[in-house]
């Protein structure tokens, strides 16, 4: 976190005098004062109704996301065994403003195209409800892995994880999406309460360089849009040629684009949202666009509990004539790994569920369930090709870390919940070897009950991993990378 505002680069506090005017010393004083914490809810995992009545936060709530809320420096809910759970992700609340205004429905295709870490991607899915495709892009491997592993920490079944250059990304999905998220890489102006490392790299090259870059993504954003999709631009900068003149520049080359006038500005304007300005705007544009740009959002740290933000939602005119253009199915299941299959349903048949939408698709011994409105595959760079369902061995199948996190306990029959302070969480989240409480062995022999096999592991009734159940005892499988130490 920036120490005081001492720190801010001296050329972008000389612009950003210039720009706010009277607005200037509000916003120059709210660097004194500690970037916002925020968590939000996954409804994946649970309702928002029952993770209040087991939170153990003192929580704020957030006036733009329902299930958003901000919490204090002193309290760590990312060292928490919920957040191992997937329960809530850890998302600075101006943030969660994106998908907020994204709005996806159930059952529809949804593309976050610049999607690392992972925030809107999973908030996205969060509002999908495990319907339809959600396809979260990231372009550099390492933050790709990031994300690839908070999708699953989530339990999200619906998601392709993608490794792509979004030019590249395009030719597989031509007007494709029903709505695109395009969180587009900034010069980080409104992290700098947040993250020294924004400060440090500020330049106005950089903001000059991610613009171009910002224009790139846009354009092969509005190709893989569906004629009356909804595309969001967001960036994390108050700097205008990333934001307003992105904007402008991009409507003046697409007139079959618009800024959505059905939201209700009045109702973010009293929650302390900003119109755009085009008037910070150095490239001459038309009065349309001008217009245009004053419909979109600005989220600044003097105004609300939150970090800095710009926000354009861009509507993609409905053509007369639209028809669904066909794809390509993903399931390649072919037969000797149909006769593999026999296993992984003996297991479900085993613990009690089913699992009817997506499509079996094998990469190596490995079994996914690729959502069924994914395209083929075969080209694209994919880490996570839906719901990793697990490993299929000699004669027995072997459960994913995944699929033990996408399943609730009402899910299966057989189910080992503890409370969040109990040994066995504790135990279990360092990777030790359980013990059956000597009391609960015996009641469990007097009743000739006699657990064995895969067990989902659930803390406060939210699922957390999986163990595998013997009369002596319980076999921790929680993961080796995740382990706390």
């Not at 009690?352 to 075969?378: I, R």
Request: net charge positive; glycine share 6%.
């Amino acid at each position: 976190m920036t120490e005081n505002k001492e720190n801010l680069p001296h050329e972008f506090t000389e612009r950003m005098k210039r720009f706010l005017e009277a607005e200037y010393k509000d916003f120059y004083n709210s660097y004194q004062k500690e970037a916002v914490r925020g968590l939000r809810i996954n409804l994946l995992k649970g309702t928002r109704e029952e993770f209040l009545r087991k939170n153990p936060f003192t929580l704020t709530p957030v006036l733009w996301e329902p299930n958003g809320f901000s919490y204090s420096s002193e309290e760590h809910p990312g060292k928490h065994p919920y957040h191992e759970a997937g329960v809530y992700y850890i998302q600075e609340p101006s943030a969660m403003a994106v998908a907020a205004l994204a709005a996806p429905k159930p059952g529809e295709r949804i593309l976050d195209l610049c999607a690392a870490p992972g925030g809107k991607a999973t908030h996205l899915a969060s509002q999908m409800d495990g319907q339809g495709l959600l396809v979260a892009n990231e372009i550099h491997p390492a933050r790709a892995k990031i994300l690839s592993q908070n999708i699953e920490r989530m339990g999200i079944r619906n998601a392709v994880v993608t490794n792509e250059d979004p030019m590249s990304l395009k030719q597989y999905f031509p007007e494709f999406f029903d709505r695109i998220v395009v969180d587009a890489p900034c010069s980080g102006e409104g992290m700098f309460r947040k993250e020294e490392a924004a400060c440090l790299e500020w330049s106005l090259q950089n903001i000059h360089s991610c613009a171009i870059r910002q224009r790139e993504i846009l354009e092969a954003a509005s190709k893989m849009l569906k004629p009356g999709g909804r595309l969001v631009y967001s960036t994390c900068t108050f700097a205008p040629e990333e934001d307003e003149e992105t904007v402008a520049l991009f409507l003046k080359a697409h007139s079959e684009f618009a800024v959505d006038l059905e939201l209700d500005f009045e109702k973010y304007k009293k929650m302390g949202f900003l119109q755009g300005c085009p008037e910070w705007i150095d490239q001459k544009i038309s009065t349309r666009e001008a217009e245009s740009v004053t419909k979109t959002f600005r989220l600044f740290p003097h105004k609300i509990k939150g970090e800095g933000h710009y926000i354009a939602v861009l509507c993609k005119k409905a053509e007369k004539d639209n028809f669904k253009k066909k794809r390509k199915s993903s399931n390649r299941v072919n037969q000797k790994e149909k006769n593999s299959l026999a296993d992984w349903e003996a297991f479900q048949k085993e613990m009690g569920f089913s699992f009817k939408q997506g499509n079996y698709q094998f990469f190596g011994n490995e079994l996914y369930l690729v959502p069924e409105e994914m395209v083929d595959m075969k080209g694209l760079k994919v880490l996570r090709a839906g719901l990793h369902l697990g490993t299929l061995k000699k004669n027995r199948f072997e459960p994913s870390h995944a699929l033990a996190l996408a399943l609730s306990p009402s899910d299966t029959k057989k189910v080992l919940s503890f409370p969040r302070d109990s040994k066995e969480i504790l135990s279990y989240l360092k990777g030790e070897m359980l013990i059956l409480d000597k009391k609960d062995k015996k009641d469990r022999q007097d009743k000739q009950d006699k657990p064995k096999g895969w067990y989902l592991f659930c803390v406060d009734g939210y699922s957390i991993g999986w163990v595998k159940v013997s009369p002596t005892g319980i076999k921790n499988h929680y993961p080796k990378g995740l382990r706390w130490v």
